[in-house]
C-alpha cells in the first residue's frame, strides 16, 4: 500500500511558492521568490533585516497583495483567497510582535484559535477544550493558563502566541521570530518543541535570526538577501556558503565588532 | 413599593430606552467600529413609529416593528457605504448621518411635521411590556459576550489582522454591528417616541450622542452590564443631584473627564479587573511557586515555565 | 449677488478662522479636540464678563480673548489629553478616549456659560456699535467684517508658510507623519504638543472674539455648530494641509451662501453634514492632503 502510494504519486509540497513578488511602490520587497516546502519537515529562513522575509510570510498568509506570482497549498492555487481563509486551509502562523488580547486570560487567547462557528456538541466542544489544553501543556503554560498576558513575562507571552498556533491543529506552522527576546534556556525548549512537533508530521517554517539555533533545529534552510534567494539545502552547507557569509554571517560580525 | 414605583414610573421606563439608545452605541465600539449612526437610527425609529400612528392609524407595536426595521435597514445601508473608513473618520461620518437625518425631519413636510415635529403618537405601552424587549434585546447582546462569539468580538476590536489569520471573517463582524445598531437604535427611538407621544428634530442632535457616550464611557464599554450602570447613574443622578441644582450637567462633564481619564473600562471595567485581581490572587502563591521552580513538572518536549531573565542576544549560540 | 459672495467670503473667513486651530493640533499631534468649541465660545464669554466691566479697545480685548482660550487648551492638554496619551495601549485606544474626553470637557465650560448667561446671547457691549459702515459701489462693508476676511485669510496662509519653510514647523509636521523620526530628529514631543495647543487655543478664542464682534452677540452653542463645519472643512481639504482648510473653509461658506440665497434655508446645514461624506467616499484623504499611511 505504501509502496503503491510512493511510486504511483510524487509528493505534493504542503507549500508552493513560484516566482513570488511584493513590491511596495518603488521598493521590492520580495523579487522572483520560488520554493516548496515538503511534508514534514523543518525549513529556516536567514537573512538580515529588511532582506523581506516577514514580507515574504505576510505574503504567503495573503496580509500583503501579490506584486506577481503563484502560492499554492498542498497543490491548489490560494492566492486569491482572503487572509481569513489560512485557518481554514490550515496555515497557523505566530507574529513578529507579540499580538495578544490583554483583557482575556491565556487559555481564553488559546481558545481563540479553535474558536470557528461550526462547534456543535458537546462531543466536540470537549475535544476542541482538550486541544486548548494540550497546546498550553506543550508551551508549558499549564500554571498561568487563567493570568492575563500582561501579568507574565515577554517570553512566555511568546509561549502564548505558539500554543495558539499549534491549537489551530495546523498542516503548517510560520513561526516569526518565535524566539526573540527569550533567554538561552527558552530557546533550546522552544527548538525541542519544535523537534516535538515535528515527529507529528507537522511541516513548519521558522524566520530567525538566531544561526546556531537554525542550524540546530531545520532540516532545511533558504537564504535570503533583497528579496531573492541566495542559497537554500542542507543548513550546515547553507551556512557555509560564500554569498551567505557575506550577505549575513558579515553584517553579524560587524554588529559583534561594534559591541566589543 | 407601589408607591414608589408610580412615583417613579417614568424614570425606570426611560432607564430601559436610554439603555437600549446605549447598546446601540456600545456594540459598534465594541466590534472597534467607532459608529455613532444609533443615535441617528433611534430618530429614524422615532419618526417611523409616529408617522405609522398618526398617519397611517396603525397600532402600537406593529409601528414600533416598522420603525425598528427601517432604521436596521437604514444603518446596514450605512454601513456598506462606509465600512472602509478608519477611526475618527467613521465617527465623523456617522455623526454626519445623525444630523443629516434630523435635518430631513425638519425638511419632511407635513409628513414629519417639519421643525415643530408630530405629536399624539401615544402608544398604548406597559412598562412590563417595555421590560420585556429590553430584556430580550439584553439577552441577545449577553450572549454575543460569552464564549467563544465573545473573544472573536474582542479579536476583531483589538486586533483586526490577528482575527482574520484566527479564521474570523472581520468585514461581517463590522456589517453586523451596523445592522443590529441600527435596530436596537431605532426599537429606543420608537418606544421612546410612543411612550412621550412627540418626537421633534431637534432631539436627534449632538446632545443625544453626547449622552449615549457618556452612559457608555461611565460605566463601561466591553458589556451590557456596563451600559446598564451607566443609564442608571445618569437617569437617577439628576435626582440625586437636587442639591446641587442646576449646576448637574457641570458635574455629569466632571464625571465624564475622570471616567475617560481614570476608568478606561467604565465602572464595569474596574469591578472585572478587581474582581481578576482577586481570583487571580487566592492562587498568586501557586503561580510564583511554578515561576521559580522553572516547570520542573512539565512534560518531555514541553517548554518549561521559566520567568524571563536576561535578553537574548541574536546569534550568541555560536 | 456681489453683496452674496462677499457674505460668503466673510463666512468663509469665520470657519477658516475657527477650523485653522482644530486642523493645527489634529493634522500635527493627532489631537481631534472636541472641547475646541467651547475654548472658541468661553474665550469670548470671558472677554465679555471682563468688558462688562472695565471699558476696553477692541484689540485688547480680542488679545484677551486669544489668551484665555490659548489658557484653556493648554489646561486640558495639560490635564487631560497627556495622560491619556501617556496611559494609552495603542493609538487608535488613544484616538477614541481623546475624543470621548474632549467631549466630556466641552461640557463643562458650556453648561457653565448657558448657566451665567441664562441661555440668552452675549457680546462685547457697546463695541459692537462701534463698527463703521462702508458703502462702496453698492456693496456694504463693515470694518469688522473687513477684519475677519484679513486676518482669516493672513493667518490661514501665515500658518501653512510657518507649516512648510520654518525649522519648528517642519519639525511639528513630521510628528503628525512619524513621531519616531521627529523623536529622533530632537523634537521634544511633550513640549511641541503643548505649544501647537497653545496656538490652537490662541486661534479658537480670537475666532470667538471677531464672530461675536462680526455677529453683535453669539450664544453658548454658537462653537458646536462651529465644529462639524469645521470638520467638514478639514476633511474637505485634507488632513494635514493647511492650504486644503482654507480651500475647504470658503468651498463650505460658498455652498452654504448659495442654499440660502436660493431659499433653500433649512437645507443650509445638509451641505457640510453631506459634503462630509461625499468627500469620505470619494477620496477620503481630501482634495489637498497626503494618503493616509495606515494599516488597519
Known amino acids: ?260 | 413599593m407601589s408607591d414608589w414605583y408610580a412615583a417613579n414610573i417614568v424614570l425606570v421606563q426611560s432607564t430601559m430606552t436610554t439603555l437600549l439608545l446605549a447598546l446601540s452605541i456600545q456594540l459598534p465600539l465594541r466590534v472597534g467600529v467607532f459608529s455613532f449612526a444609533g443615535v441617528g437610527c433611534y430618530g429614524i425609529g422615532g419618526y417611523a413609529a409616529a408617522i405609522c400612528m398618526i398617519r397611517l392609524e396603525m397600532t402600537t407595536w406593529p409601528s414600533i416593528a416598522v420603525g425598528t426595521l427601517l432604521a436596521g435597514a437604514a444603518s446596514f445601508l450605512l454601513g456598506l457605504l462606509i465600512q472602509r473608513l478608519n477611526g475618527l473618520y467613521l465617527g465623523m461620518a456617522t455623526i454626519a448621518f445623525t444630523l443629516i437625518i434630523a435635518i430631513l425631519a425638519v425638511n419632511g413636510g407635513s409628513l414629519t411635521g417639519g421643525a415643530a415635529g408630530l405629536f399624539g403618537a401615544l402608544g398604548d405601552l406597559t412598562t412590563g411590556s417595555i421590560l420585556a424587549v429590553t430584556l430580550v434585546v439584553v439577552v441577545v447582546f449577553a450572549l454575543s459576550e460569552t464564549g467563544g462569539l465573545g473573544r472573536r468580538v474582542d479579536a476583531v476590536r483589538e486586533d483586526p489582522e490577528l482575527a482574520a489569520a484566527m479564521g474570523v471573517d472581520v468585514s461581517r463582524y463590522r456589517r453586523m454591528s451596523f445592522l443590529v445598531s441600527g435596530l436596537v437604535g431605532g426599537l429606543s427611538g420608537a418606544l421612546t417616541i410612543l411612550l412621550r407621544s412627540s418626537i421633534t428634530p431637534a432631539e436627534v442632535n449632538f446632545q443625544l450622542v453626547v449622552l449615549a457616550l457618556t452612559v457608555i464611557v461611565v460605566g463601561g464599554f466591553r458589556s451590557w452590564a456596563g451600559a446598564l450602570i451607566g443609564s442608571v447613574i445618569f437617569v437617577w443622578l439628576p435626582k440625586a443631584l437636587d442639591f446641587v441644582g442646576e449646576w448637574e450637567t457641570v458635574v455629569y462633564g466632571v464625571i465624564v473627564v475622570l471616567a475617560a481619564l481614570y476608568l478606561p473600562g467604565g465602572v464595569l471595567g474596574l469591578a472585572a479587573d478587581l474582581y481578576h485581581r482577586l481570583r487571580s490572587g487566592r492562587r498568586g502563591g501557586e503561580t510564583d511557586d511554578e515561576k521559580g521552580a522553572g516547570g520542573a513538572d512539565a512534560g518531555p518536549g514541553a517548554v518549561a515555565g521559566r520567568e524571563f531573565d536576561q535578553l537574548a542576544v541574536p546569534g550568541e549560540g555560536r | 449677488m456681489l453683496q452674496d459672495v462677499f457674505n460668503a467670503v466673510v463666512l468663509g473667513s469665520i470657519y477658516l478662522l475657527f477650523a485653522l486651530g482644530m486642523a493645527l493640533a489634529w493634522g500635527t499631534i493627532g489631537v481631534l479636540n472636541f472641547a475646541h468649541g467651547v475654548t472658541f465660545m468661553f474665550s469670548a464669554f470671558a472677554a465679555h464678563l471682563v468688558a462688562d466691566r472695565v471699558a476696553l479697545p477692541a484689540p485688547l480685548i480680542v488679545v484677551l480673548a486669544a489668551a484665555m482660550g490659548a489658557l484653556i487648551s493648554c489646561l486640558v492638554q495639560a490635564l487631560v489629553f497627556q495622560s491619556i496619551l501617556r496611559r494609552a495601549r495603542n493609538p487608535r485606544a488613544a484616538e477614541m478616549q481623546i475624543l470621548i474626553a474632549g467631549i466630556g470637557v466641552a461640557v463643562i465650560p458650556l453648561a457653565i456659560a448657558q448657566r451665567l448667561t441664562n441661555g440668552a446671547p452675549f457680546g462685547f457691549g457697546s463695541a459692537a456699535e462701534q463698527a463703521q459702515v462702508y458703502q462702496v459701489g453698492g456693496l456694504r462693508l463693515t470694518t469688522m467684517a473687513l477684519v475677519v476676511i484679513v486676518v482669516g485669510l493672513g493667518l490661514g496662509v501665515g500658518l501653512a508658510w510657518w507649516l512648510k519653510a520654518s525649522k519648528r514647523g517642519l519639525a511639528l509636521r513630521s510628528i503628525g507623519v512619524d513621531p519616531e523620526t521627529a523623536s529622533l530628529m530632537g523634537a521634544n514631543r511633550t513640549s511641541l504638543a503643548l505649544g501647537t495647543m497653545a496656538v490652537a487655543g490662541a486661534l479658537a478664542g480670537l475666532a470667538g472674539a471677531l464672530l461675536t464682534y462680526q455677529l453683535g452677540a453669539i450664544s453658548a452653542e454658537t462653537g458646536d455648530v462651529l465644529l462639524i463645519k469645521a470638520f467638514a472643512a478639514i476633511v474637505l481639504g485634507g488632513l494635514g494641509s493647511q492650504a486644503g482648510v482654507i480651500a475647504g473653509a470658503y468651498f463650505i461658506a460658498i455652498a452654504e451662501t448659495f442654499v440660502i440665497v436660493n431659499n433653500w434655508g433649512t437645507w443650509a446645514d445638509a451641505v457640510s453634514f453631506g459634503l462630509i461624506f461625499l468627500m469620505l467616499l470619494v477620496r477620503p484623504q481630501g482634495l489637498f492632503g497626503r494618503r493616509e499611511v495606515r494599516r488597519t
Not at chain 1, 510524487?10 to 518603488?26: K, N, Q, S, Y
Open chain 1, 1 to 260: 500500500m505504501t509502496a503503491v502510494h510512493a511510486t504511483t504519486k510524487p509528493e505534493v509540497p504542503v507549500l508552493e511558492v513560484r516566482d513570488l513578488a511584493v513590491h511596495f511602490g518603488g521598493v521590492k520587497a520580495v523579487d522572483g521568490l520560488s520554493f516548496s516546502l515538503t511534508a514534514g519537515k523543518i525549513f529556516g529562513v536567514l537573512g538580515p533585516n529588511g532582506s523581506g522575509k516577514s514580507t515574504m510570510l505576510a505574503a504567503v498568509t495573503r496580509l500583503v497583495r501579490l506584486t506577481r506570482g503563484e502560492l499554492l497549498f498542498g497543490g491548489e492555487p490560494y492566492h486569491h483567497e482572503p487572509p481569513r481563509a489560512m485557518a481554514g486551509l490550515g496555515i497557523a502562523r505566530t507574529f513578529q510582535t507579540v499580538r495578544l488580547l490583554e483583557d482575556r486570560t491565556v487559555r481564553e487567547n488559546v481558545l481563540l484559535a479553535t474558536d470557528d462557528h461550526l462547534i456543535r456538541g458537546r462531543a466536540a466542544r470537549r475535544a476542541v477544550a482538550e486541544r486548548v489544553d494540550q497546546a498550553i501543556e506543550r508551551v508549558g503554560l499549564t500554571k498561568v493558563r487563567r493570568l492575563r498576558p500582561t501579568e507574565l513575562s515577554y517570553g512566555m507571552q511568546r509561549r502564548v502566541e505558539i500554543a495558539r498556533a499549534i491549537a489551530m491543529n495546523p498542516r503548517l506552522l510560520l513561526l516569526d521570530e518565535p524566539t526573540a527576546g527569550m533567554n538561552r534556556q527558552e530557546r533550546e525548549d522552544i527548538s525541542a518543541l519544535m523537534r516535538g512537533l515535528q515527529a507529528e508530521g507537522l511541516t513548519q517554517l521558522i524566520i530567525e535570526h538566531d544561526v546556531q539555533m537554525m542550524v540546530d533545529t531545520c532540516d532545511h534552510l533558504f537564504a535570503m538577501t533583497t528579496g531573492k534567494l541566495i542559497a537554500e539545502g542542507e543548513p550546515r552547507a547553507v551556512v557555509r556558503h560564500p554569498a551567505v557569509q557575506e550577505a549575513y554571517l558579515g553584517s553579524r560580525h560587524g554588529r559583534g565588532h561594534a559591541r566589543a
